[in-house]
């Protein structure tokens, strides 16, 4: 992860400089990645345990998380909207003075269950450790600790993904008219495609 910025002729930055070499890095890549982290916990997971009140949709008020940021990592809006707007993965989005994470909930108050819209493509794909792949064949994809099932739009992604379970991730093809046929809606958030589950019939191995 790189360093972000921030500068008044290219707007926010990732990188040690803007295009023009006049703005200014806001937070290392170090402090980019802790806070980019606590951030995505908070929207996903525990933002009720700070007192952050979650709506049924995601959406927190983005003045809630500018004054817990400011307490804790003594940084304003400019930096998180900093994370925000330079996130090459979309997890962020700012809207109407409030904000949320796209996907990755494990809230179960949130209701996962909307989606931009646009064209679904016919293969997406799923990278997880060896160690699941008898359990996946046999039962399918299931969204486990998470509201959803998260698949990529192509296999670099979807491997980058898995390296997180695994530094040597298996793939999956997901057949997305397969998904249609039994009945599964697939949905669009940022790069990342979503659904509740994906039958093994629906799949195979890259």
Sequence with gaps: MKP???CSQCGFFEGETCR??????LLTAERRLKISKFLSGLLRHFGEEF????DKNGWVELKEIERLFKKR??????EIRAIVETDTKQRFEIKDGKIRTRYGHSNKRINPKWSEGGNIPRKLYHGTAPQNVNAILKEGLKPMKRLEVHMASDIKTARETGKRHHPYP????IDTNCLKRNGLEI??????????WVPPECLRLV
């Design 4 to 6: 972000v910025g921030y």
């Design 20 to 25: 023009c070499g006049k703005g200014k890095i």
């Design 51 to 54: 007192g952050l009140k979650i």
């Design 73 to 78: 990592y003594n940084i304003g809006l400019l």
């Design 170 to 173: 298996v793939i999956f093809e």
């Design 187 to 196: 949905r669009k958030k940022g790069k990342v495609f979503t659904c509740d």
